[in-house]
């Protein structure tokens, strides 16, 4: 099993910036897709950005040239740096990775969330 640790939300005003940041623990051989996804009250939860290792990062368009994701594959860490936060990107952000636990077998697991709220 792999636990996600999700750390970093919390009440910023437009304009600010956030750091996220989503730790795995367990038995891990390695991850390939790492992600960020969020959802606002009555909405559905949508992908934000996903970084696969080797390629580039994939944002949506709502979020490109102000947020930016990264991985640290020592650590089996994923970040998530929010710059312009604007109040439309209030939501909870939940991380994904797709775990390898052997060569032929992956499993994708989910944090439990956390609040991002964009308001003055």
């Known amino acids: 099993q792999v636990q996600l640790v999700e750390s970093g939300g919390g009440l910023v005003q437009p304009g600010g910036s956030l750091r996220l940041s989503c730790a795995a623990s367990g038995s891990i051989f390695s991850i390939n897709v790492m992600g960020w996804h969020r959802q606002a009250p009555g909405k559905q939860r949508e992908l934000v950005a996903q970084i696969t290792n080797g390629d580039s990062p994939n944002y949506a368009d709502s979020v490109k040239g102000r947020f930016t994701i990264s991985r640290d594959d020592a650590k089996n860490t994923m970040y998530l740096q929010m710059n312009s936060l604007k109040p439309e990107d209030t939501a909870v952000y939940y991380c994904?990775?797709?775990?390898?636990?052997?060569?032929?077998?992956?499993?994708?697991?989910w944090g439990q969330g956390t609040q991002v709220t964009v308001s003055s």
């Open positions: 994904n990775f797709r775990v390898r636990h052997t060569v032929v077998f992956a499993k994708t697991y």
